[in-house]
């Protein structure tokens, strides 16, 4: 080590993953010319850290009799997670809950009606922490993730459609009620970024279909004899 050597700087906030090439270069401090040789080895990097990558998924699916269903799951992926296939983690920790539920409304209706209206809700939230501070090496705490670089979305939906199962005795609203078939749609999603503080979307969709089979009773095609 030579006396004029003080030591290794850095500028800005390196980033090992984004390093292509390395420039050295010496910087002559004394006040009188230097000469000799330079001799630069090659370059490894030591104490590489290897942390465990952690995944897990639990689900669980709950029946009331006949009337209700409900599927619930959690999954869980560390940011150091990686298949075989791919040779580095996705950097982020991250979070899934999902909750699925069918309700057979007109199980609560008398049988005699002949009515089924099924009801279908899901709800999931999804979280992403950084392990890492944007175009950084800096490690964030886990525990204490800033808001403003962290990746939030919660969705919740539902929808329901009515339908007959049975035929009515009067002609008039066989021909009628009995054809038609409303549905319903809503969702809503909430979700945050480190670009946007807060993204709303809402969704609403309704429809209403009528059919009306035709048999062969209603047309009658004939030949004419000359």
């Known amino acids: 080590r030579d006396k004029h050597v003080t030591g290794v700087q850095t500028c800005a906030l390196p980033i090992f993953s984004s390093i292509q090439y390395f420039t050295v270069g010496i910087t002559n401090q004394a006040n009188e010319p230097i000469s000799g040789d330079v001799w630069l080895d090659e370059l490894r990097l030591s104490g590489v850290k290897k942390d465990r990558g952690v995944a897990m998924r639990v689900q669980s699916k709950f029946n009331l009799a006949d009337l209700a269903t409900s599927t619930v799951s959690y999954s869980r992926k560390d940011a150091n997670f990686h298949v075989l296939q791919q040779r580095l983690g996705s950097n982020a920790n991250s979070e899934n809950?999902?909750?699925?539920?069918?309700?057979q409304l007109h199980k609560l209706m008398p049988?005699?009606?002949g009515l089924n209206i099924p009801l279908n809700t899901t709800f999931s939230h999804l979280e992403n922490r950084p392990k890492y501070f944007p175009d950084s090496d800096i490690q964030?705490?886990?525990?204490?993730?800033p808001d403003s670089i962290m990746t939030r979305k919660q969705e919740i939906s539902f929808?329901?459609?009515?339908?007959?199962s049975s035929k009515s005795d009067n002609k008039f609203i066989k021909s009628t009620l009995d054809k038609i078939k409303p549905s319903f749609t809503a969702s809503q999603s909430k979700s945050s970024d480190p670009l946007n503080s807060e993204i709303l979307n809402e969704k609403y969709s309704g429809k209403v279909s009528y059919s009306y089979p035709f048999s062969r009773d209603?047309?009658?095609?004939?030949r004419a004899h000359v």
């Open 97 to 103: 809950f999902r909750v699925n539920t069918n309700v």
């Open 111 to 113: 049988k005699s009606w």
């Open 140 to 145: 964030v705490n886990q525990k204490n993730v």
């Open 159 to 164: 929808s329901t459609s009515l339908t007959k």
């Open 218 to 222: 209603n047309f009658k095609i004939g």
